[in-house]
């Protein structure tokens, strides 16, 4: 199983990326599929997941209504749309399946990609 993110780069303040997280020797849509970022000097936070079960997604209250998960069956792969992005959304993004979705987004174990670099500044 591999994910392999991409998107990431340097956005200024009330910019926005939208985040891929590409899937090989798994079927995306059949497992619960998480986003993570962690800032510098900061813990992982849990910020977005979809639920296979029912399609159901949270968003934490640090990015609700501002980022929006989607994905591409056909393509095996996940998007995160992040829109008004502000300095403290700066981190390493990741992506990772299987997660818990119900309410928050934990991490069971199992795959991550790399990550993928975020930097909003002016």
């Known amino acids: 199983v591999q994910l392999v993110e991409s998107g990431g780069g340097l956005v200024q303040p009330g910019g926005s990326l939208r985040l891929s997280c590409a899937a090989s020797?798994?079927?995306?849509?059949?497992?619960?599929l998480g986003w993570f970022r962690q800032a510098p000097g900061k813990e992982r936070e849990g910020i977005a997941c979809?639920?296979?079960?029912?399609?159901?997604?949270y968003y934490a209250d640090s990015v609700k209504g501002r980022f929006t998960f989607s994905n591409d069956n056909a393509k095996n792969t996940v998007y995160l749309e992040m829109n008004s992005l502000k300095p403290e959304d700066t981190g390493v993004y990741y992506c990772?399946?299987?997660?818990?979705?119900?309410?928050?987004?934990?991490?069971?174990?199992?795959?991550w990609g790399q990550g993928t670099r975020v930097l909003v500044s002016s």
């Open positions: 990772a399946t299987p997660v818990s979705c119900h309410g928050s987004v934990v991490s069971v174990g199992g795959s």
């Open positions: 979809i639920s296979a079960r029912d399609g159901t997604i």
């Open positions: 020797g798994l079927t995306l849509r059949l497992y619960n």
